[in-house]
């Protein structure tokens, strides 16, 4: 190998990469008089949270792996940044108290090559949660809720026996109050009460 030429790898953040790639697929630089600047560049990625109908949604914490997840910042007007040198990273939103990452590797890792995908997109879905009674009439003022890092209130039935709420497309636990008594929807295997909006976005509760 000529004495001028040299590989260089730059760490910023927890990533690393390599500069120049030789016809031998290592990564050389030939430092001679004409060409002893060696660049490296980072690249900004933009994170979005919106909704269903493709409204920003604040307050989404983003945060992204690079030697451990690290914090990139809460959503501000629906958008995130970081600037992050041009490699693969696993990507993860959390909203509402629950968490949800974006890309696939083949692996069954969770990765993005910001090279090629510099803006993620997070969304949110709509979920609605229907009660009716046993004559089939819809029932309003019964107070729903949802289970996500505890449980919240959701709010109550509309005239049309209807609740709703933007979620993180994950499994949730719903139950639903009425005269004094609650009962939740979903069955996992492990005897729990999930339901995955991904699949099923409306609930029905029927009481009585």
Do not use: C
Not at 171 to 198: L, N
């Amino acid at each position: 190998m000529d004495e001028d030429t040299y590989r260089f790898r730059i760490t910023y953040d927890g990533s690393y990469v390599e500069a120049q790639e030789s016809s031998l697929g290592e990564m050389y630089v030939d430092i001679s008089d004409f060409n002893k600047l060696v660049e490296f560049k980072t690249r900004e990625v933009i994170v979005r949270l919106e909704d269903s109908f493709g409204n920003s949604r604040d307050d989404g914490k983003v945060e992204y792996n690079s030697d451990g997840f690290k914090e990139m910042g809460f959503t501000d007007e629906g958008y995130a940044s970081v600037e992050l040198l041009p490699e693969e990273y696993r990507f993860k939103v959390t909203y509402d108290g629950t968490s949800v990452e974006a890309g696939e590797s083949s692996a069954g890792e969770m990765y993005v090559d910001i090279k090629e995908n510099p803006m993620i997109t997070f969304q949110t879905q709509s979920v609605t949660v229907v009660i009716k009674d046993s004559g089939n009439k819809l029932l309003e003022g019964v107070l729903v809720e949802y289970h996500s890092d505890g449980w919240k209130e959701m709010g109550f039935t509309n005239a049309n026996g209807e609740a709703t709420v933007e979620l993180l497309p994950e499994e949730y636990r719903f139950r639903v109050t009425h005269e004094g008594t609650s009962v939740e929807a979903g069955e996992s295997s492990a005897g729990e009460m999930y339901v995955d909006i991904k699949e099923n976005p409306e609930i029905e509760f029927v009481l009585g």
